[in-house]
């Protein structure tokens, strides 16, 4: 549901690429939920999304474009935070919700059949790996990335939403994490393309975006705890 004192559901597309496309169920709030739906050989699979009019819409249209089946493959739940609307979007389309093998607490949480994904998300061509796996604070996170498209999906330690982002940069790592920021995003070289699960995602020199993400990630932490601070008291 939206941050209290945000708008009604009103779906905007902000990523749209040959391969998939994103959105914002609740384009006025200040998480800037993103969600998106990924074409693959194995049909349209559904990353950790939230619900409005007209998302069903655009999983069809995806998928018809897409180069495999037209149907949704899945949903996937890669933030143990982001069950977000995944059971009901996965009922509508009869697809079960996956979670990665490793991530604990999820499951049992989800009004909907659950299955389990390893290395590989399903027949997709999406490589599945660990970003984070922490009990204090609580955090387990999984992204994906696909070698033949250079596609890299990062649910939440790094963004584009305003609250992730100091200085100059394009994407900022999230502001719990900038004294550790996620070094093994580097493991994948430097990625074509960048959608994360808040904000827009990075389309032109993503690669170039992450590394500045990462190197300048403490050098500015002090700027984006100030800019918080101050929005949180001018707010």
């Not at 330690?157 to 394009?170: D, H, K, Q």
Request: aromatic share 6%; with cysteine.
């Amino acid at each position: 549901m939206p941050m209290k004192g945000d708008g009604p559901a009103d779906l905007q597309v902000i990523d749209r690429f040959d391969g998939g496309v994103g959105w914002l169920a609740y384009p006025d709030e200040t998480m800037q939920r993103a969600s998106h739906a990924l074409a693959t050989p194995d049909g349209v699979w559904v990353i950790d999304p939230v619900d409005a009019a007209g998302v069903d819409d655009l999983l069809a249209e995806v998928g018809e474009s897409g180069p495999g089946a037209s149907e949704v493959a899945g949903v996937a739940v890669c933030l143990d935070r982001h069950k977000r609307d995944a059971a009901a979007i996965a009922r509508r389309h009869d697809v079960d919700v996956y979670v990665p093998t490793w991530m604990s607490g999820v499951a049992n949480e989800i009004d909907a059949p659950v299955s389990r994904f390893g290395s590989d998300l399903g027949d997709s061509g999406f490589e599945s790996f660990v970003i984070r796996d922490s009990s204090l604070p609580p955090w387990q996170e999984a992204g994906l990335y696909n070698p033949g498209t250079g596609t890299m999906v990062v649910p939440e330690s790094v963004g584009t939403a305003a609250y992730f982002l100091a200085g100059e940069e394009r994407l900022g790592v999230h502001p719990m994490l900038r004294l550790t920021p996620p070094e093994g995003l580097r493991s994948h070289g430097r990625p074509e393309r960048i959608l994360v699960g808040h904000g827009a995602g990075i389309h032109e020199d993503a690669g170039g975006a992450l590394e500045g993400a990462l190197r300048s990630s403490r050098a500015n932490t002090p700027s984006l705890y100030a800019k918080t601070l101050k929005g949180f008291l001018t707010g």
